[in-house]
């Protein structure tokens, strides 16, 4: 999907009450004081608001977001609540503006499925984590590979499912990107989307103390 059209249809969304997740990935990361934290796909802001207050003056959250409606949002809501140890940058999952070696936690909830390449998100988390890192993630994946007439519809697409992967697929990208252990926290049964069928999941896993995974 375009940036372009997730830009437009995210803002839209930005100002709704509309839940966006898809798991519960912030409730089983457990960012503690001083740590540095990445949530992609920040939306309005919420977890990362929640991590900076687990995290603390000493430690700091970043948001990723394309969406300008959303990042707005986010930065108002951070304003109004007094919280300084945030920012919310705009680039895609792909093409992450942090360096190397940065976090010690990212999450992410009902995003990834979004992204064109997949496998250059998972390079970039396994990129930015620090030795011995985390991630927490959330999302959609399909039970077989989605049919090309929903893959290239937009608004299948927007509605978190139409751009998931499979299972498989999914897991053969992390280790590709150098996760070797990687855990499913959650996982819901198969539910339909039109012709196609999916599921959603919660996964963790760690980029190892030597980093030297790829
Ligand atoms: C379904 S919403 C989830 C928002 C939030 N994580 C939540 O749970 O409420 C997906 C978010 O990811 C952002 N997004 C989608 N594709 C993206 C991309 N390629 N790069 C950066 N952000 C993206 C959207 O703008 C939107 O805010």
């Known amino acids: 999907m375009e940036?372009?059209?997730?830009?437009?249809?995210?803002?839209?969304?930005?100002e709704s009450e509309c839940c966006l997740s898809c798991g519960g990935a912030i409730h089983y990361a457990?960012?503690?004081?001083?740590e540095v934290c990445v949530d992609l796909g920040s939306g309005r802001g919420t977890d990362v608001l929640r991590m900076a207050a687990s995290v603390g003056e000493t430690g700091f959250v970043y948001g990723i977001d394309i969406s300008d409606g959303m990042l707005e949002k986010a930065?108002?809501?951070?304003?109004?609540?007094?919280?300084?140890?945030?920012?919310?940058?705009?680039?895609?999952?792909?093409?992450?503006?942090?360096?190397?070696?940065?976090?010690?936690?990212?999450?992410?909830?009902?995003?990834?499925?979004?992204?064109?390449?997949?496998?250059?998100?998972?390079?970039?988390?396994?990129?930015?984590?620090?030795?011995?890192?985390?991630?927490?993630?959330?999302?959609?994946?399909?039970?077989?590979?989605?049919?090309?007439e929903y893959r290239n519809d937009p608004v299948a697409v927007a509605e978190c499912w139409a751009g998931s992967v499979t299972r498989d697929e999914y897991m053969q990208q992390l280790e590709k990107a150098g996760f070797t252990s990687v855990e499913i926290i959650e996982e819901s049964a198969p539910y339909a989307k039109g012709n196609a069928e999916v599921a959603s999941f919660t996964i963790a896993g760690k980029k190892d103390a030597c980093g030297c995974g790829n």
Do not use: M
């Open 30 to 34: 457990e960012p503690v004081a001083g």
């Open 3 to 14: 940036i372009k059209e997730i830009n437009h249809r995210y803002s839209e969304l930005a």
């Open 75 to 148: 930065r108002r809501n951070a304003e109004k609540f007094g919280i300084s140890n945030v920012s919310f940058i705009r680039c895609e999952l792909e093409k992450l503006e942090l360096a190397d070696n940065t976090a010690n936690l990212v999450i992410s909830n009902c995003t990834l499925n979004h992204a064109t390449n997949k496998q250059a998100v998972w390079n970039e988390i396994y990129r930015i984590l620090k030795k011995g890192g985390r991630f927490v993630i959330s999302d959609i994946y399909a039970t077989k590979a989605i049919a090309d």
